[in-house]
């Protein structure tokens, strides 16, 4: 189980709350995400977060195969593994796929609907928070000052495309 640390709360603003959050642009940017235990990079040559899943379906434990999401914040599309039952509410455990750490948060960061939250590094030392059930959508992300300037470019040049 993995700790979120915000500690130095300073340091981050949580997007919602930002002055970036205005509608229309979160939803354009370009998440490059990390492992938070290794930092190795997640994402693949189409720029993809490409991760591990593990899930129990039917009492056949200890499923797991490749799951790809968008790499852009707020869009929610998930392409599932072809033996997922993409139709249901499932709770997967999220696996870097390169140090095989597990990314599930401590259940005391848990979601507003109780499923297990997981996290990646965004950027460089931005965290974003995603709900680890398949049909629940809410996610977070934590951006660092130090990212502030990655961000506001991804708002304004591949956004424009
Ligand atoms: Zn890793
Ligand atoms: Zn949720």
């Keep these: ?5 915000l500690d130095n709360k300073d340091e981050f ?7 970036y959050a ?3 642009h979160s939803n354009l940017v370009k998440l490059w995400a990390k492992c938070p235990v ?3 990079d997640v994402n693949n040559e189409k ?13 056949e434990h200890n ?11 707020d869009d929610y599309r998930i392409e599932f593994p072809e033996n997922f039952d993409a139709k249901k509410d499932i709770t997967v455990e999220f696996i870097c796929p390169s140090c095989k750490s597990s990314l599930l948060l401590e259940s005391k960061h848990n979601c507003n ?5 997981f996290m990646l590094t965004a950027f460089s030392k931005s965290i974003i928070t995603l709900c680890s059930r398949t049909r629940c ?14 961000f506001i470019r991804q708002i304004y040049t591949d956004s424009a495309q």
């Excluded at 720029?47 to 009492?59: F, P, R, Y």
């Design 47 to 59: 720029g993809q977060i490409v991760l591990l899943g593990k899930w129990e379906e039917d009492g």
């Design 137 to 150: 959508k809410e996610h977070m992300l934590y951006l660092h000052k130090d990212d502030t300037w990655s």
């Design 113 to 117: 609907c109780g499923s297990p939250c």
């Design 1 to 5: 189980m993995l700790e979120l640390n």
């Design 38 to 40: 290794c930092g190795k």
């Design 63 to 73: 499923r797991h195969d490749i799951f790809t999401l968008t790499d852009k914040f």
């Design 13 to 19: 603003v949580s997007i919602e709350k930002s002055p």
């Design 22 to 24: 205005q509608k229309g």
